[in-house]
């Protein structure tokens, strides 16, 4: 088995933000010459995300609307007494942190409406990594 390892390093500019990485992502996928296994797409961090789904405007507002309703930032948070941000860190933790695709002749594997997103959720941030892991044949 073959692994192709590349790290994205994204610049965020807002607190909760949608970064649609498909595009680099399915570039490391063509220049790891596996043609079949999966390919994972991981971000090493606690307070961002990684979601597949479709890049439409008012989806990607509606999709970043839901997440402040779900964790909403002002909440009674213990962890906001220590560092403010206890919202980020439950998103992150229940929406996770990598996606895993299959590859197929070469080529990622996902429906027309699933672009690959960076979730920032505690931003604006410098860099965030994206690990993306390449593994078969
Ligand atoms: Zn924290």
């Known amino acids: 088995m073959k692994t192709h390892v590349k790290q994205l390093n994204i610049r965020t500019h807002k607190k909760l933000q949608l970064v649609d990485i498909t595009a680099e992502v399915e570039e490391i996928v063509r220049g790891s010459d596996i043609k079949n296994g999966i390919c994972l797409v991981f971000a090493p961090h606690a307070t961002a995300a990684i979601v597949a789904n479709e890049h439409e405007r008012g989806l990607m507002e509606d999709m970043l609307e839901k997440i402040s309703m779900d964790y909403p930032h002002n909440g009674k948070w213990k962890h906001n007494l220590i560092d403010d941000n206890a919202a980020a860190h439950l998103a992150s933790a229940f929406i996770g942190s ?40």
């Open 98 to 137: 990598g996606r895993v695709f299959p590859v197929l002749d070469g080529r990622l594997i996902r429906g027309t409406w699933q672009n690959i997103f960076l979730v920032e959720l505690d931003g604006p941030r410098y860099s965030r990594r994206v690990i993306v892991e390449v593994l078969g044949e």
